[in-house]
């Protein structure tokens, strides 16, 4: 295990190699490790939110005019970096986050995928013509630039969830201010340098991008400034109910990618090889730090012995410990307070006549951080904790005896973002997707691990919103409806007369 020492070591010179001048003045944050509990060093100064809003604001009139395709250069040449950093930014990732190398890397993949489709996007913001009801008229929608948009991060995607908002958002003729989370902004720096660097090379306007290091105050200040078009915001359902309600207030956008309390569903038909390694990788893997990741299992009666069983000795070998090194499948939880969430939680469970079936103990790895493994918890019903989002490595399983319960059960929490049903009856395939009401349902795949080029987000108090691929780009656009007359004469709409 590395050092708090190497770790700074580490991160100075991958800071440096991003391009990111380690020498500049520093502001009131401080860049920490999950992997040793302590502090690294305090990171360089940002903008004022008021300034950066100023200043992505003024550049957005001269970007919105640059030719859509000749956007999308800026975003090629911001993936081509990305791919030439791959690692640096991973080591970042993992620093910061906890995440292991096979992930991290995973991470920045997702960018320079979201890059690739950004740039497609470029020359395919694609408007309707519908034919008019009116001799001589014709009729069109055209997709224009937004403004600015204002992306607020959350810690356990700390660069990809950049890149999904960042790239489509340019490509679309946005310009951004980015404010990550406080416990990633190192990061948020090596990102921001690179596409600083892709700006300058392409002669991009000055100020389309802004990163703005910060806490609660920053965040607010984007969330009311009216200048800020599109807020695109990803994080805890209690952030989403204080964010979209004062967004919509000064009738701004927002796009709210929030909590999620995924399930899965294992049927008689399931093959149990599929079923159980998709599960470990969607219960335990991230240290179950996901948005997408498996909180539920749904499992029918008839198998539910044998799917604990199965699990809890592959939960029991799971290799926990330095995610740097190969073969670790486990890293640190985020904080102590998550840990402590995580022993809350299980705790809620047991007294609720759960049964911690294994996991869910510290794992002394000899190193600070926070370590726990994985816990398997069979829960009698459907309520309490269950229906929360704690955000650690806990599978809840409740048992099921016909399709109609398991679906019930699945549908039965607020949250709407994941789903996966195991299966290789086609009829409950089907069924289970036309029923399954979260943004994402999958059969024979886990909850989490989506692909860039599908749509990513959730219903209900998940927040609604769609980020990434599909045409989530719309969101990063205001359309127009042109009539226009080309006939010489007047006609009005629905056979109207009003001749002077
Ligand atoms: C998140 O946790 O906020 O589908 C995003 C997944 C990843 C993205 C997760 N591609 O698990």
């Known amino acids: ?41 305090p990171v360089p100064a940002t903008p004022s939110m008021r300034d950066a809003i100023t200043k992505a604001d003024a550049a957005f009139d001269e970007w919105r005019n640059v030719p859509a395709p000749v956007r999308g ?40 995928d979201i890059c690739d489709f950004a740039v497609g996007l470029s020359r395919q913001l694609y408007g309707k013509t519908m034919p008019s009801e009116r001799p001589g008229h014709r009729l069109q929608e055209v ?17 990809a969830v950049w890149s999904w908002n960042t790239a489509v958002a340019l490509a679309c003729g946005d310009t951004v201010v ?49 200048r800020v078009a599109l807020v695109s915001a990803t994080g805890s359902t209690r952030m989403g109910r204080e964010v979209g309600p004062r967004v919509a207030a000064r009738f701004g956008r927002s796009l709210l990618e929030l909590g999620g309390n995924n399930a899965t569903i294992v049927t008689p038909s399931a093959d149990m090889s599929v079923a159980i390694n998709s599960i470990v990788f969607a219960a335990a893997g991230t240290a179950g730090q996901r948005c997408t990741s498996n909180r539920r299992l749904i499992v029918h009666r008839y198998l539910a012995d044998d799917v604990v069983s199965k699990l809890a000795a592959a939960f029991d070998r799971l290799p926990i410990g330095d995610p740097f090194e190969q073969g670790t ?33 510290r794992v002394d790895v000899g190193a600070g951080g926070h370590w726990a493994r994985p816990a398997l918890v069979r829960v009698p019903e459907q309520s309490g904790v269950v229906l929360e989002e704690t955000f650690a490595p806990i599978l809840y399983v409740l048992s099921y005896d016909d399709l109609d319960e398991a679906i019930a059960m699945h549908n039965g929490v607020v949250q709407g973002l994941s789903a996966g049903i195991f299966t290789n009856d086609h009829a409950e395939a089907e069924r289970f997707l036309a029923e399954a009401d979260t943004g994402i349902a999958n059969v024979n795949v886990g909850t989490s691990g989506a692909e860039i080029g599908g749509a990513f987000g959730g219903e209900k108090a998940t927040g609604g919103g769609r980020e990434s691929g599909s045409d989530a780009w719309r969101s990063y656009m205001r359309r127009a409806t042109n009539t226009i007359n080309y006939s010489g004469s007047v006609a009005l709409a629905q056979g109207v007369d009003f001749s002077v």
């Open 1 to 41: 295990m590395k050092t708090n020492a190497e770790l700074i070591d580490l991160a100075r010179s991958a800071l440096r190699d991003l391009g990111v001048d380690t020498d500049a003045p520093t502001g009131h944050l401080i860049a920490r490790s999950p992997l040793t509990g302590e502090d690294l060093f």
């Open 73 to 112: 250069a800026l975003v090629k040449r911001l993936g081509e970096l990305l791919g030439e950093h791959k690692q640096t930014l991973a080591t970042l990732v993992t620093i910061e986050v906890g995440k292991i190398t096979s992930e991290a890397l995973g991470e920045v993949q997702e960018m320079i």
């Open 143 to 159: 997709w224009h630039p937004l403004g600015v948009v204002g992306v607020i991060s959350a810690f356990n995607f700390p660069v």
């Open 329 to 361: 499948l486990v890293g640190p939880l985020v904080s102590e307070a998550s840990y402590e969430a995580m022993q809350a939680a299980l705790k809620a469970a047991s007294e609720a006549g759960g049964e911690v079936i294994c996991g869910g103990e």
């Open 178 to 226: 980015w404010k990550p989370s406080e416990l990633t902004p190192l990061c948020a720096l090596g990102c921001a340098a690179l596409l600083e660097r892709a700006a300058r090379e392409l002669g991009a306007p000055e100020g389309i991008h802004q990163l703005v290091l910060g806490g609660r105050d920053a965040g607010a200040a984007l969330v009311d400034d009216p």
